[in-house]
């Protein structure tokens, strides 16, 4: 293939016979992998990840704190198994520079990090990463002290020239566009000599379990957050300034990237096991328990991982997604297929996501012969019989998968790029087939 056929490439989505009946390893979390490698990177000692995820986005994530000298080696873990990756913390270093590609993460949680290295980082990506907010995070580094160079649009492409410290102390910032604002701020916060104290003035906050997770793992490297939940003012996380541990840590499967399996067996009334599903865990995706439940499947937690068992029945729902945005288009592809209407809410942030995700879910399921309209804060999904045809994805990994999962109760559906799922997912497409028996 030539290097941009991937882009035009139709992959005909496997259309299920029967019931799906498979266990599926889902790789690791996409945003545990992305926070350990800083928080390991920002340690005063040397740190392993393992099983981390290897995809677009954590090679991305990786490929920037090596451009600024942090030691990223392959290894085997403590234990000799498993793959692992160990993290050799060094003095930051600039000139440097990162693409980060249309990873949220990245561009919005290194910044920071620049900041605290010894010269300038210049930040450039994907054309999607210029159109992504960054406001919160550029504004706030200049308050906390950063010197950036930016073309004023609040956006990338940028240079944040580094000093080898920042002062930090208390900012305030609207987040409502993207938590990763918070986390971005809280995660290189011990390193500021003031430590930092966020506050968030806008409207509502979306993916509030993705702020819980950076105060979770940043609690577990030895620094002390003080939240909102654990007895501060609403809307404010004071991070105190201090050295941090490196961990041995085992990365979770990625919850979010588990949906379409799990919504394998809702729609084909199946089973699917998913080993290694955390008991305890702040990914958004454990919502799917409850949310798939709804919708009219059951599962189980059990000592081997989470079995989800379709009952042959789709319901629809109404639901406000915002504390689990990046659950919308796996959600949106089962309530199509649904036998009641579906109203997803709270998540207008998603315009702002790797694509127009409500625009573009719209327009693919629409163009599939569905009725779908776009609301001011999400989607009204009126269920119809579905037909074949080309599902466009816009370089978003979960738009692929939001196709597959249509494909498998709609015959001669053809994904556009499935490759872009390597954004989280590279093995997307065998998994899929392996989990179909194919
Ligand atoms: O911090 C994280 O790892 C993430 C936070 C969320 O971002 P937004 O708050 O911008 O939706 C989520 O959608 C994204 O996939 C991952
Ligand atoms: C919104 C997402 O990603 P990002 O980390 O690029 O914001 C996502 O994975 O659904």
Known sequence: MAPNDAHTALWPAPHASGAVDATVHVPGSKSVTNRALVLAALASEPGWLRRPLRSRDTLLMAGALRAMGVGIEEGVGPEGTGEAWRVLPAGLRGPATVDV????????????????????????????SYERPLNGVIDALRVL??????????????????????????????ASSSSQFVSALLLSGPRFNQG???????SALPSMPHIRMT?????????????????????????????????????????????????????????????????????????LREIFTEMGGSCELTEYGL????????????????????LTPGIAAVAALADSPSTLRGVAHLRLHETDRLAALTKEINELGGDVTETADG?????????????????DHRMATAGAIIGLAVEGVRIENV??????LPDFPELWTGMLGA
């Open 307 to 326: 079995v989800f068992t379709g009952s042959g029945a789709v319901h629809g729902i109404d639901v406000d997604l915002s504390e689990v945005g990046e």
């Open 379 to 395: 989607l009204h999904i009126r269920p119809r019989r579905l037909h074949g045809g080309v599902f466009h994805t816009y370089e």
């Open 101 to 128: 590609g249309n990873a949220g993460t990245v561009m919005r949680f290194l910044p920071p990090v620049a900041a605290l290295s010894d010269g300038p980082v210049r930040f450039d990506g994907d054309p999607r």
């Open 196 to 202: 930092v104290e966020v506050r968030h003035t806008g």
């Open 145 to 174: 002290g950063a010197r950036i160079d930016d073309d004023g649009r609040g956006a990338l492409p940028l240079t944040v020239h580094g000093s080898g410290a920042l002062e930090g102390g208390p900012v305030e910032i609207d």
């Open 215 to 287: 105060v979770d793992m940043l609690r577990s490297v030895g620094a002390q957050v003080d939240t909102p939940e654990s007895g501060g003012e609403p809307n404010v996380w004071r991070v105190t300034p201090g050295a941090l541990l490196g961990r041995d840590l085992t990365i979770e499967p990625d919850l979010s990237n588990a949906q379409p399996f799990l919504a394998a067996a809702l729609v084909t009334g199946g089973k699917v096991l998913v080993p290694d599903w955390p008991s305890r865990t702040t990914q958004p995706g454990d919502r």
């Open 419 to 424: 490759a872009t799922t390597a954004k989280t």
